[in-house]
């Protein structure tokens, strides 16, 4: 038995509504980068296009898809960063996703990296979370 896997788009879109409904109004969100103009502080959510689970296989063959994505958590300070960072991370672990026409997991966080000056822009820091959200057709 073949699956095809599911679409990245549907599930990333969820995951930046999630983010812009659970962050305050004064935190901005945006999708695979932030515009020249964009204001600290903010995140930038970077997807992959996901993929079938190498881990997460059924009897049936059934294959879940594995969905990576990275927030970066930007601010005017490296507590600022790191505020941004929290918020992001509380929003995406807490919360339960939704999307039509599958059974979402839990997500969880893979890896982070220190918070540290942004070398392009010596006025913002950042910092870096990656996660994993798994999906299975319903």
């Known amino acids: 038995?073949?699956?095809?896997?599911?679409?990245?788009?549907?599930?990333?879109?969820?995951?930046?509504?999630?983010?812009?409904?659970?962050?305050?109004?004064?935190?901005?969100?945006?999708?695979?980068?932030?515009?020249?103009?964009?204001?600290?502080?903010?995140?930038?959510?970077?997807?992959?296009?996901?993929?079938?689970?190498?881990?997460?296989?059924?009897l049936s063959d059934d294959v879940p898809n594995d969905l990576r994505f990275q927030i970066t958590s930007v601010g005017a300070s490296a507590e600022q960063a790191v505020l941004v960072a929290d918020k992001c991370s509380t929003a995406l672990l807490t919360s339960a996703l939704s999307v039509a026409g599958r059974r979402v997991r839990p997500i969880r966080q893979e890896a982070a990296q220190p918070v540290r000056r942004d070398d392009q822009s010596t006025a913002l820091w950042f910092a870096t979370a990656q996660y994993l959200v798994r999906s299975d057709p319903t």
């Open 1 to 58: 038995m073949t699956t095809t896997p599911l679409e990245a788009r549907p599930l990333v879109l969820a995951l930046v509504a999630m983010l812009d409904t659970a962050l305050p109004s004064t935190i901005g969100i945006y999708w695979g980068g932030a515009p020249a103009n964009a204001a600290a502080p903010y995140a930038v959510l970077y997807p992959d296009v996901g993929m079938e689970s190498v881990t997460d296989r059924a």
